[in-house]
């Protein structure tokens, strides 16, 4: 017998699927999704993931971070505004609360706001259903109670999820996770009741995998998004994420970097630069109905 390894998604080969397009026939949709982050000096203990290294407090690598409030995102600002783009916000929703100045720039530049959670060292392992739908709760009135906008949008903090997190985000009416690196399109994820679906965010065009894990210098990080890009784009109806921390490439000597690769990407013809909300009302207007019947059909052994 076959693993349970596919609950979450049907497989499907991106070559058997009826071609996606964009808005006024765009090749690419690209989105940008900073991660505006808190993280708390003294977090609570989570027995299953250390928020920092021991012994706390941990001085160093809590304002290493804070860094990204105070400078690095003002930086990434003045860029997305030289280029006239807009962001998807990754948000500890605990920002609002701590940092309104960020929140109100970033409403003035019509940024969308999606939930990362409520401070960036509190995951989501362990927790048992109330305290997940609490989580949850939490995000939904905080964004919507400083912002205005309803939350549409879902990242997890760390990327942490408990079984249940994608029932439990289609049963509050959060519409796209980006919780699931699988694909180059918007995909539907299988949940108990309503609908949500995954749309593509990026650990590859992510400046913390990049500059922590893999050492990548400011120019490979470059590099590696014009690349990424010049293929999605060759492939026609992909997704490309640039997911940016303020606290990395907010720094003075990574900015260059950034910005020839926004160069590289707003010389192009039929690129939609979209949010993430924008791309996922795209998906469900045009091709979510249209995949939920192939799948069925495929599961049935009609196709």
Request: glycine share 6%; hydrophobic share 40%.
């Given at each position: ?62 304002s290493w971070r804070d860094y990204g409030n105070r400078v690095g995102f003002w930086r990434l600002l003045e860029v997305m505004d030289r280029f006239r783009l807009r962001g ?84 509050y009416g959060i519409t796209y996770s980006c919780d699931f690196m699988h694909d180059d399109q918007p995909f539907p994820l299988n949940v108990r009741a309503g609908r949500l ?107």
């Open positions: 017998m076959l693993a349970d390894d596919l609950r979450y998604y049907d497989y499907l080969p991106i070559t058997k699927r009826p071609p996606l397009t964009w808005p006024n026939g765009a090749r690419i949709a690209v989105w940008f999704a900073p991660n505006v982050e808190f993280y708390e000096l003294i977090p609570p203990v989570n027995p299953a993931r250390a928020a920092w290294p021991p012994p706390l407090p941990d001085v160093l690598g809590y998807s916000a990754a948000l500890n929703v605990a920002v609002c609360q701590h940092h309104p100045e960020i929140i109100a720039a970033m409403q003035e530049r019509g940024w969308e706001f999606f939930s990362h959670g409520i401070y960036n060292g509190r995951y989501v392992y362990g927790m048992d259903e109330a305290q997940e739908r609490a989580l949850i709760e939490d995000a939904i009135v905080t964004v919507e109670r400083h912002t205005g906008h309803r939350l549409k949008g879902w990242l997890s903090p760390a990327l942490t999820n408990t079984e249940r997190t994608p029932h439990l985000l289609a049963e679906i995954s749309i593509p965010y990026t650990v590859e065009i992510n400046d913390a995998a990049a500059y922590i894990r893999r050492l990548f210098s400011p120019q490979h990080f470059c590099e590696a998004i014009k690349a990424q890009f010049d293929r999605l784009y060759a492939e026609g109806g992909r997704v490309m994420c640039i997911a940016l921390h303020p606290y990395l490439t907010g720094r003075p000597y990574r900015l260059l970097a950034l910005i020839e690769g926004l160069e590289h990407i707003t010389s192009r013809q039929g690129v939609w630069f979209a949010t993430g909300a924008e791309i996922a009302d795209w998906y469900y207007t045009h091709y979510y109905n249209g995949m939920i019947a192939l799948l069925a059909s495929r599961r049935s052994g009609q196709v």
